[in-house]
């Protein structure tokens, strides 16, 4: 079966200071994969996917970047961390089936908090 | 742009009543629907999902309604539990190269014991 990896689960950084969270997907192979931001009490929103290693595609402008070394390896990095960046991210895959029709399986998150 | 949204954000029922979700949806293209369960601190959690050229689907003590006339899509819990206690979300997808989610905002259903 297929499992996801979100670490930290929490962070708490200083504003300026940089940023790597890390998700590491197990059981599948060529997944899609998704980073979410959810602010406290609201829904998500998609901030980058990738259909393959080095693939990454953003979908709102922002201090953050990601990036894709492996194909079961996720990452999101800022230089400089925003108090605006605080929040609970979240990692999620999908099977690679092009039909734009696949579920999407979330990990446990990792709630930051920027001070 | 398109979006997907919830008529109702808190919702309370008696343990063992049914529950009812809303959730209205713009996007006349979108051709599948996913609810999931999100419970505090935690990751959301698949529940059931259902594809445009259906109009009900069932799962264990779940059933998903899509009405593409209103573009509305409902989430039915059978005998509530507390269990279910959690916020709710739809999500619809548009196809393309990867399954980009457009999220609602969420229904956070309170089980009362």
């Known amino acids: ?115 | 742009g398109e979006s997907v949204g919830l008529h109702l954000p808190t919702l309370s029922v008696q343990e063992g009543d049914n529950s009812i979700i809303n959730c209205a949806y713009s996007n006349s293209a979108s051709d599948y629907f996913i609810w999931y369960k999100q419970e505090s601190g935690k990751g959301p959690q698949f529940i059931i999902d259902i594809r445009s050229n259906m109009d009900k689907r069932q799962g264990q003590r779940v059933t998903v309604l899509l009405n593409k006339t209103v573009k509305h899509l409902s989430l039915q819990i059978a005998a509530t539990q507390p269990g279910d206690s959690a916020v709710y979300f739809c999500a619809e997808i548009y196809t393309g190269t990867a399954s980009k989610l457009t999220f609602g905002t969420g229904t956070r259903l309170q089980v009362m014991l």
């Open chain 1, 1 to 115: 079966s297929q499992t996801i990896h979100q670490w930290p689960a929490t962070l708490v950084q200083p504003v300026g200071s940089p940023l790597s969270l890390e998700c590491t997907v197990e059981g599948t192979s060529n997944p899609n994969l998704y980073w979410y931001r959810q602010a406290a009490g609201r829904g998500l929103q998609l901030l980058f996917y990738s259909v393959g290693i080095g693939q990454i595609s953003s979908e709102v402008p922002q201090n953050l970047s990601a990036s894709r070394p492996q194909d079961r390896q996720f990452i999101l990095s800022s230089k400089k961390l925003l108090l605006s960046d605080s929040g609970f991210y979240l990692c999620a895959w999908s099977a690679l089936s092009g039909r734009g029709t696949d579920t999407q399986y979330f990990g446990p998150g990792t709630r930051l908090t920027v001070l």
